[in-house]
């Protein structure tokens, strides 16, 4: 069994800062591609960013320069910083991962609970 763990959502001003994490645990051989994403009321979930398992990392238009994915592949913890959020930001954010869960399984994809981030004055 393997669970995605989101944490470090909550309530924030505009110009602040949150940092959220992403726990893998269970039985795990392997993780390739990480990403966050987010969905807002009434809208489609979208990308936020994604980080390879070597460190590469794309990010929505909508918060390059103000977001940064990060991985301790060690800890099998995927992290997002956010910087300069915006109420536009608000969203439950979900952490999704590309695994293998033993040497002789293919890769499945899995996806966490979700962490709401909320940005209002």
């Known amino acids: 069994q393997v669970q995605l763990v989101e944490s470090g959502g909550g309530l924030v001003q505009p110009g602040g800062s949150l940092r959220l994490s992403c726990a893998a645990s269970g039985s795990i051989y392997g993780i390739y591609a990480m990403g966050w994403y987010r969905q807002a009321p009434g809208k489609q979930r979208e990308l936020v960013a994604v980080?390879?398992?070597?460190?590469?990392?794309n990010y929505a238009d909508s918060v390059k320069g103000r977001f940064t994915v990060s991985r301790d592949n060690t800890k099998n913890t995927m992290y997002l910083q956010m910087n300069g959020l915006n109420p536009e930001d608000t969203a439950v954010y979900y952490c999704?991962?590309?695994?293998?869960?033993?040497?002789?399984?293919?890769?499945?994809?899995?996806w966490g609970q979700g962490t709401q981030v909320t940005v209002s004055s």
């Open positions: 999704n991962a590309d695994l293998q869960q033993t040497r002789y399984r293919t890769r499945d994809n899995y």
């Open positions: 980080i390879t398992s070597g460190g590469s990392a």
